[in-house]
């Protein structure tokens, strides 16, 4: 009875974010996102060592970068991990270059769960129906199952968070706005202090359902059951290292980002972004430092992970050496700029961001912000009306969004 209650709620809500969102479609096309020259459709990439040229030419909005943008990205979104943020910043620049993008057929993710993201997506408009150029979700990282779906030159980029901070707004989140059950069911008033008094007697009996146990390790693909072996998670790390480009760090996320910008060779306004809820405590619950010691101990692979990559990013900021810093503090000063233009309802259209040391002129429009204040829902019915909409001009076959996945288990493209 309450649970239906609960559907029906959730049911409401869901038609009211579509209202909003097809009103939203109707009244701002996306159309092109943070306007930069129009670049030539030729999907060459350029070598790895150019990569790392920062553009300071002075581009009039009509004239071409100089060298290629990395276009074929496949971001792993980590939950709770600024990932919604990333992904607004890839999904923008692959929605404004018509790129093709791996997206589920319904709803916004392809699992929490398994591997498997085949079946559930819907084909790429390439002439390869099976090949894509972007993939920025949810999914169990398997590079030998993703592959396939993507170029050779395919830049691989995750993040990571400081992992008590991810336990913490991954608990909070998953039990305060899913109701996960297990979340749900563990008593008290602070009940992350219940959990963390035993989290073994609170852990689902399915690890792929929780969302506490050493959960960035299982987004990266490490099998639960070597969750014991650190010498294997040890030799894990070091394969990882082999398999993706960069991954980024939250608690250092801009000069993250700004690592990313430059293996990717994309303009300083690819990356803006604003700041989400993500970014602030959604809880007012404080912490020993004995459960923070407990959860150390708990969630050891994702301390490990986390400072794995803490340290490989460390290390690549210190060896871009202190130009690095400036780059990044220019980018907040600009990002900062975007963010309060974007805040203000009334005031001038445009926001003229001009050049610096780092980057040729820009600019902003009222419509670009609103790309940039869209969830993780909204992106993706923004990707997936503009692909389907393709599919149906080349006449590409594809099993309709609204059918149910038991329909379409069998469709042929992959
Ligand atoms: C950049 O180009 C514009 C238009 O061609 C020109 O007016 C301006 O002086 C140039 N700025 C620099 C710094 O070269
Ligand atoms: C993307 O596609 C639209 C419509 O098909 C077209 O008008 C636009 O010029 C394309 N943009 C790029 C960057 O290729
Ligand atoms: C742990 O992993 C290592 C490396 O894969 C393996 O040699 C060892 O046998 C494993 N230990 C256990 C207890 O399974
Ligand atoms: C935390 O406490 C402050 C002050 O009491 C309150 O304004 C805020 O809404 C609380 N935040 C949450 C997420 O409960
Ligand atoms: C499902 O979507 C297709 C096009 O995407 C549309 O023609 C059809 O009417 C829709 N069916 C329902 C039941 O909404």
Redesign the pocket.
């Known amino acids: 009875m309450l649970l239906r209650k609960r559907n029906n709620r959730y049911g409401c809500f869901v038609i009211i974010i579509v209202i909003l969102l097809v009103n939203f479609v109707l009244i701002f096309p996306p159309g092109p996102l943070l306007h930069w020259p129009?670049?030539s459709?030729s999907r060459t990439l350029i070598p790895q060592a150019q990569s790392n040229i920062v553009d300071k030419g002075n581009h009039s909005l009509l004239t071409s970068h100089p060298y290629a943008e990395v276009r074929h990205i496949v971001f792993l979104k980590v939950h709770k991990a600024a990932g919604t943020t990333v992904m607004n910043i890839i999904m923008r620049f692959a929605i404004?270059?018509?790129l093709s993008i791996m997206l589920p057929r319904t709803g916004n993710m392809f699992s929490q769960y398994n591997q498997l993201i085949s079946r559930k997506a819907l084909p790429s408009f390439h002439e390869d129906k099976r090949l894509f150029d972007v993939f920025c979700n949810h999914v169990i990282f398997n590079k030998q199952i993703m592959a396939p779906f993507f170029p050779k030159d395919t830049v691989y980029i995750g993040i990571v968070r400081q992992p008590f901070d991810q336990f913490v707004s991954a608990f909070v989140y998953y039990r305060n706005l899913y109701h996960v059950r297990y979340l749900v069911k563990i008593p008290g008033d602070n009940p992350i202090k219940t959990y963390l008094s035993d989290p073994v007697l609170y852990e689902p009996k399915k690890l792929p359902h929780s969302f506490t146990n050493n959960r960035m390790a299982f987004d990266f693909g490490y099998p639960g059951t070597d969750f014991n072996n650190m010498t294997k998670f040890r030799e894990f790390l070091q394969a990882l290292d082999k398999e993706i480009n960069l991954v980024m760090v939250v608690e250092l996320f801009d000069e993250s980002l700004i690592l990313m910008m430059k293996l990717l060779n994309w303009h300083l306004k690819d990356i803006i972004y604003i700041k989400r809820n993500s970014f602030q405590k959604s809880h007012n619950l404080t912490f020993s430092l004995s459960e923070k010691i407990i959860h150390r101990r708990w969630a050891k692979l994702d301390y490990a992970l986390y400072n794995h990559f803490k340290n490989i990013i460390i290390t690549k900021i210190k060896s871009a050496g202190p130009e690095f810093m400036h780059e990044v503090h220019n980018f907040r000063t600009i990002r900062t700029k975007v963010e309060s233009f974007c805040k203000q309802f009334y005031g001038s259209g445009m926001l003229m961001i001009e050049e610096s040391e780092f980057h040729s002129s820009f600019f902003v429009r009222r419509e670009d912000c609103n790309f940039l204040k869209l969830n993780a829902f909204g992106i993706i019915n923004i990707a997936r009306q503009k692909h389907t909409t393709?599919l149906d001009e080349l006449g590409i076959t594809y099993c309709s969004p609204n059918k149910t996945t038991v329909e379409c288990r069998k469709y042929p493209h992959l």
Request: glycine share 0%; no cysteine; charged share 30%.
């Open positions: 129009h670049f459709s404004s270059r018509n393709r």
